[in-house]
């Protein structure tokens, strides 16, 4: 049980392009979801926070405009990266739980912009 | 300002040799802490938590970690380490179970034959 998923593993993009990422918990209600970025050798860094039907909590520093994030279901958020820039290259995880339980994390999104 | 430490950015140990990673924090309130093991490409992978009660704690693959409010740390242990181990490991405080984590560096563990 407590599996998350996401969608796609890599993504290959061109510098100006926007692209989404699926995060998905298939065998629970998420109603809450968290995603994370980690640059090579480095450690997680938390972007936002997403409640289930509510607008996502940004940590500070991070571009909202940019990154967008919905959480329209209980078993699904989106994250947008919009108009990819080369440094936006990363690693993107997700992680999801249900009420106060521990979080579950994705395997994560490799984005390259080139 | 809540942190947390991992001295180690790279530690090799030899199979079946003990290993200990260190982990320190800087926290306000009562920590949660954890463990993560987290493979070439992956997500990560829950090996421990430490919420309240025994300060020794067992998790899964063999792990253990210990508490100790006094040094700030909670140090993970394995008393022989497998091939299948190399991984980076983060330690991590939250406030609650489920809620927002600060993640330290990390320690890349190599294994050697």
């Known amino acids: 049980g407590a599996v998350v998923s996401q969608h796609p593993s890599w993504v290959i993009c061109k510098s100006g392009t926007s692209v989404k990422i699926e995060c998905r918990s298939l065998?629970?209600?998420?109603?809450?979801m968290f995603w994370y970025r980690q640059f090579p050798k480095q450690s997680l860094m938390l972007m936002a926070t997403?409640?289930?039907?509510?607008?996502?909590?940004?940590e500070q520093g991070v571009e909202k405009d940019k990154f967008l994030i919905n959480h329209a279901s209980l078993t699904l958020s989106t994250l947008t990266v919009t108009s990819a820039h080369p440094e936006d290259s990363s690693f993107y995880i997700c992680?999801?739980?249900?009420?106060?339980?521990?979080?579950?994390f994705g395997p994560g999104t490799r984005l390259t912009v080139l | 300002a809540q942190s947390v430490t991992q001295p180690d950015i790279h530690i090799t140990v030899s199979e079946g040799a003990s290993l200990e990673l260190r982990c320190n924090y800087s926290?306000?309130?009562?920590?949660?802490l954890f463990w993560y093991v987290q493979s070439p490409g992956q997500g990560l992978q829950l090996l421990l938590k430490?919420?309240?009660?025994?300060?020794l704690v067992q998790g899964i693959k063999g792990f253990e970690a210990e508490f100790k409010r006094s040094q700030s740390s909670f140090n993970l242990r394995k008393p022989s380490v497998h091939w299948s181990d190399a991984a980076e490991y983060f330690c991590a405080v939250g406030e609650n179970q489920g809620g927002k984590l600060i993640f330290g560096q990390g320690t890349e563990l190599s294994v050697k034959p």
């Open positions: 992680s999801a739980r249900t009420g106060g339980s521990e979080q579950f």
């Open positions: 926290y306000g309130a009562t920590p949660y």
């Open positions: 997403s409640n289930e039907g509510s607008k996502a909590t940004y």
């Open positions: 065998d629970f209600q998420a109603t809450t």
């Open positions: 430490y919420f309240s009660g025994d300060t």
